[in-house]
T-cell receptor, first 112, second 113 residues
Framework: GENVEQHPSTLSVQEGDSAVIKCTYS??????FPWYKQELGKGPQLIIDIRSNVGEKKDQRIAVTLNKTAKHFSLHITETQPEDSAVYFCAARGFGNEKLTFGTGTRLTIIP | DAGVIQSPRHEVTEMGQEVTLRCKPI?????LFWYRQTMMRGLELLIY????????DSGMPEDRFSAKMPNASFSTLKIQPSEPRDSAVYFC???????????FGPGTRLTVL
């Protein structure tokens, strides 16, 4: 089955700086890669996603890049703000498969 | 829409007791997923339904766990008998056909003493 590895497990950045979280996946058939943000006491919430036919996607301060050859994808958050502090999860899903396999999460702390 | 609704939000029970977690998906969504989140194992899929039919239950840890979806607006996850290692946060999520996003509920924090 699919295996998703996520790094780092914790990340602290100064407010206004950029944060990068990286994930690798094992199944070359995976074609959908979402990123979820989970705040304390809440369920995960989708913040951005990318399909395998696209190399990069941006939404304001958030961007995701995908390297299919290397089987890795990354989340980039620019101009970080205190409200970006949360746990972020990457995930992967295979073609014709509804099952999302999640990474182990990154606890991001923005230092004011 | 109120989003995915789960109840109870917190459950504390003693080992050996039956526990039932409930979920109401977003209206019109035809996929429903049950996840378990722990520090050790992260977020793992237990089972998912499509149009009320269980499709993949390979993540259900053992026979003590069962899930049902009697209609499009209600699902239950039951643990009988419960054990301390079942302590976790259980999430329900739903998704509509044609979309990719899974919408998660607020979760049920289960503690088995």
């Amino acid at each position: 089955g699919e295996n998703v590895e996520q790094h780092p497990s914790t990340l602290s950045v100064q407010e206004g700086d950029s944060a990068v979280i990286k994930c690798t996946y094992s199944d070359s058939a995976s074609n959908y890669f979402p990123w979820y943000k989970q705040e304390l006491g809440k369920g995960p919430q989708l913040i951005i996603d990318i399909r395998s036919n696209v190399g990069e996607k941006k939404d304001q301060r958030i961007a995701v890049t995908l390297n299919k050859t290397a089987k890795h994808f990354s989340l980039h958050i620019t101009e970080t703000q205190p409200e970006d502090s949360a746990v972020y999860f990457c995930a992967a899903r295979g073609f014709g498969n509804e099952k999302l396999t999640f990474g182990t999460g990154t606890r991001l702390t923005i230092i004011p | 829409d109120a989003g995915v609704i789960q109840s109870p939000r917190h459950e504390v029970t003693e080992m050996g007791q039956e526990v039932t977690l409930r979920c109401k998906p977003i209206s019109g969504h035809d996929y429903l997923f049950w996840y378990r989140q722990t520090m050790m194992r992260g977020l793992e899929l237990l089972i998912y339904f499509n149009n009320n039919v269980p499709i993949d239950d390979s993540g259900m840890p053992e026979d003590r766990f069962s899930a049902k979806m009697p209609n499009a607006s209600f699902s239950t996850l039951k643990i009988q008998p419960s054990e301390p290692r079942d302590s976790a946060v259980y999430f329900c999520a739903s998704r509509g056909t044609g979309g990719n996003e899974q919408f998660f509920g607020p979760g049920t924090r289960l503690t088995v003493l």
